[in-house]
């Protein structure tokens, strides 16, 4: 990715409803509250991450997303339907994968399938097509009429998607989709939920440990920490909630000598904005400026184009550092904490 | 392309409009996959159920129990009817005698006593691990999320065990029938069809009791392996020792020596009551009510006016109403059984959590 790129966050037309919502979802296992007045909304045609540390609440939320298991207070919406009174018609809609999902190892992959199209009122060669394809889509078709018993634990994960993928669903709900999955295998899984997301205008919506993944292929994130949700929105959004208030940005320049190198640093460190440079290391890499407040990132960009001109700085590189998640994470569950 | 190669920035090139969006509850979309969904989600599950029963070891393996337990005493019933049969002839039930019949040496030796010990493993073998096999497999949360009615699960379940024991149990009755027909030469009065008939179902209710029993177990013990425990002890408990059980406490309920008849009498009937507690006494009375036209009563007279007029009773033959008013009740506290079983194992099944 090159360019100048404005990193505005996503503004929505307010005219389209999300797919999912949730006001005010509690639920509490005796004294304990698994999730905590909990507002979510997933809009069609996104991938929304839910992040959060093991037992905040994840697969409690989606089981109450799905009417498996009732909320304590507040409600959910899904496709418009409460999944605690219309739990058929919201589960016929949305494909899901269960964290450690299973199957019938005496039954092979496709006869697995085959119920799952059954107890969706699939029948026939509707549904044998269905089925088929599915499984050509998680790279399981040369293994599809082999007992499940036989499958290894990765190839059960691939069989998980095809299974929630067989009705054909709206809106999937994947709790821990790439655990067990070997490198290649979740870059194909996660270019699937893409041209799904990008193709039917599906929506997703994943919980995982991943961040990497998730960065990569989320649209929105959701970050949980005991129950409540800290934060919510693009890795931007978040970055800029829970970054330190600045950004930081890359140019690289094609500098010949000594002096060059004096007047880039110069130059660069008297742009307004620009709270401190730091040049690189070895004289050949990208230099690195610090930008505070995080806002004035996209001005500063500007800037840097127009003094390159200036003063003839031969400009190779300009971009802006995005944030890992890794670090927003890291801060948003610790200032929780705190 | 892998996830770690790719730059931590994605493009985001998401458009303002999606290409066809979801439509969020349209009400004609609504209406559509509401009749989309499977009008009776229990048979699909007791559909997929009764295929694995079928080809499960263990419906092989009772197939064969079965069939021993019915085989074995068939052959020395067999022997005796043929010993008797120049006298016998015109005598009534001949037919059924085939399961009443026995070694004479070994009472227990008799097709009924053998399958009213068996049947209660044929019912809990097929219901014990049928809902902790799906959690431990890890297949319940999914079969959940799929859009049938909670109870379907169990109720498909219970119904695909039934329709499995009755497959054997009525292959089993058949093959004895037909060794009868073809070996014996004897041809059984519409009667006793009607007999045997109705002692298959009331067979067939008590395996249903078992298989309620399993079922309960199955929901209610998290280890398909302690369930199938639980479930053998309570059958060891009942079959073997639930005799012995009921005589301790007889005994010790014994009235003195020189008690009145009355006294008796009413201590028996206490013990009587105590043993009909078990499910497995009160099978065994309408077994050999139905399958026996000449049983009269089944229970000990309650006075000295009773005791008397039994034992003066001219010897006769009743008819299969009759026998069936004999234990009505019976039949009655059996089915009442089932129901709390299945009750029990429904309602615990719909409040469980759907996670381990
Ligand atoms: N059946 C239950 N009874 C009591 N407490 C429960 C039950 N199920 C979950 N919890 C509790 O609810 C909290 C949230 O659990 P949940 O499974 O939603 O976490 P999670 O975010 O999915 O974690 P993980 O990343 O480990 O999958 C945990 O503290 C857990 O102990
Ligand atoms: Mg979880």
Redesign the interface.
């Known amino acids: 990715?090159t360019g100048v790129?404005t990193s505005t966050p996503?503004k929505r037309?307010t005219n389209?409803?999300?797919?999912i919502r949730t006001r005010g979802l509690t639920k509490h296992y005796g004294s304990l509250t698994a999730v905590d007045n909990l507002d979510l909304a997933v809009y069609?045609?996104?991938i929304f991450g839910l992040l959060g540390q093991n037992g905040a609440g994840k697969?409690t939320t989606i089981?109450m997303l799905?009417g498996?298991?009732e909320p304590t207070s507040g409600e959910a919406r899904v496709?418009?339907?409460d999944p605690a009174r219309e739990?058929?018609?919201v589960?016929?809609?949305?494909g899901?994968l269960?964290d450690?999902?299973?199957?019938?190892?005496?039954l092979t992959g496709r006869q697995n399938l085959r119920?799952?199209a059954?107890?969706?009122?699939l029948r026939g060669e509707g549904a044998e097509g269905a089925i088929q394809d599915v499984l050509v889509q998680v790279g399981l078709d040369d293994r599809a009429d082999d007992l499940v018993e036989t499958y290894s634990r990765g190839m059960r994960q691939r069989l998980?998607i095809a299974?929630a993928l067989v009705k054909s669903p709206?809106?999937l709900i994947l709790d821990e989709p790439t655990t067990a999955i070997d490198?290649?295998g979740?870059?194909e899984i996660?270019?699937l939920l893409r041209t799904l997301v990008?193709?039917?205008?599906?929506?997703i919506l994943l919980s995982s440990h991943l961040l990497?993944?998730v960065?990569?292929?989320c649209?929105r994130i959701g970050i949980f920490a005991a129950g409540r949700l800290v934060g919510q929105g693009?890795?931007d959004e978040l970055a800029a909630t829970f970054g330190d208030g600045s950004a930081t940005l890359e140019v690289g320049l094609e500098l010949v000598d000594d002096a060059q190198v004096a007047r880039a640093s110069e130059v660069l460190g008297g742009l307004a904005g620009v709270e401190s440079v730091v040049p690189p290391t070895d004289g050949q890499g990208a230099w690195r400026l610090i930008v505070r407040p995080a806002a004035a990132e996209a001005g500063v960009r500007q800037e840097v184009l127009v003094a390159a001109v200036e003063h003839g700085l031969h400009l190779t590189t300009l971009?802006?550092?995005?944030p890992?998640l890794d670090d927003i994470y890291r801060s948003a569950i610790l200032r929780r904490a705190a | 392309m892998s996830a770690e190669a790719r730059p931590k920035p994605r493009p985001r090139l998401k458009p303002r409009v999606r290409p066809a969006p979801a439509p969020v509850a349209p009400s004609a979309e609504t209406a559509r996959l509401r009749d989309s969904l499977p009008r009776a989600g229990w048979r699909v599950v007791a559909a997929k159920e009764f295929g694995d029963h079928l080809l499960s070891v263990r419906f092989i393996v009772l197939l064969l129990v079965l069939g021993l337990a019915a085989a074995i005493p068939l052959y020395f019933a067999a022997d005796q009817i043929r010993a008797a049969a120049p006298q016998a002839s015109g005598a009534a039930a001949v037919f059924l005698a085939l399961f009443t019949l026995g070694s004479e040496d070994i009472s227990i030796l008799r097709v009924d006593t053998f399958v009213g010990i068996v049947a209660p493993l044929l019912g809990l073998a097929f219901a014990f691990d049928a809902v902790n096999g799906e959690r431990s497999e890890g297949t319940l949360p999914r079969l959940l999320a799929q859009p049938i009615h909670r109870d379907d699960v169990i109720n498909g379940k219970f119904a695909a065990g039934m329709a499995v024991i009755g497959l054997v149990l009525v292959s089993v009755v058949v093959l004895i029938a037909g060794f009868g027909m073809l070996r014996l030469g004897i041809v059984p009065h519409p009667q006793e069809v009607l007999r045997l008939a109705g002692w298959v179902a009331v067979t067939f209710l008590y395996v249903a009791v078992w298989l309620a029993f399993g079922l309960l177990l199955s929901v209610l013990v998290r280890r398909a392996a302690t369930a199938a425990l639980i479930g053998f002890g309570v059958w060891l408990l009942i079959t073997i020792f639930g005799e012995l059980i009921t005589t301790l406490i007889g005994g010790l309920l014994a009235p003195a020596a020189d008690a009145s008849v009355d006294t008796l009498l009413g201590s028996y009937q206490l013990q009587q009551l105590i043993t009909r507690l078990l499910p497995s006494t009160l099978y065994g009375e309408i077994s050999v009510v139905l399958l026996n036209p000449s049983v009269t009563q089944v229970s000990t007279p309650a006075t000295i006016g009773q005791l008397q007029q039994a034992q003066q009773q001219i010897p006769t033959l009743l008819s299969l109403d009759q026998s069936l008013l004999l234990v009505w009740p019976h039949v009655v506290a059996l089915v009442a059984l089932a129901v709390v079983c299945f009750a029990g194992a429904y309602v615990s099944f719909m409040r469980q959590e759907v996670r381990a």
């Open positions: 990715m790129e996503q037309s389209v409803e999300p797919v069609p045609g996104e697969t089981l799905l498996l298991t496709m418009g339907l739990p058929r018609l589960k016929r809609r949305v899901y269960p450690a999902v299973g199957f019938y190892g005496g119920y799952t059954r107890l969706n009122g998980g299974d709206d809106v490198p290649l979740v870059a996660l270019d990008h193709e039917r205008g599906l929506a990497t993944q960065q990569s292929v649209d693009t890795v971009r802006p550092i995005v890992s």
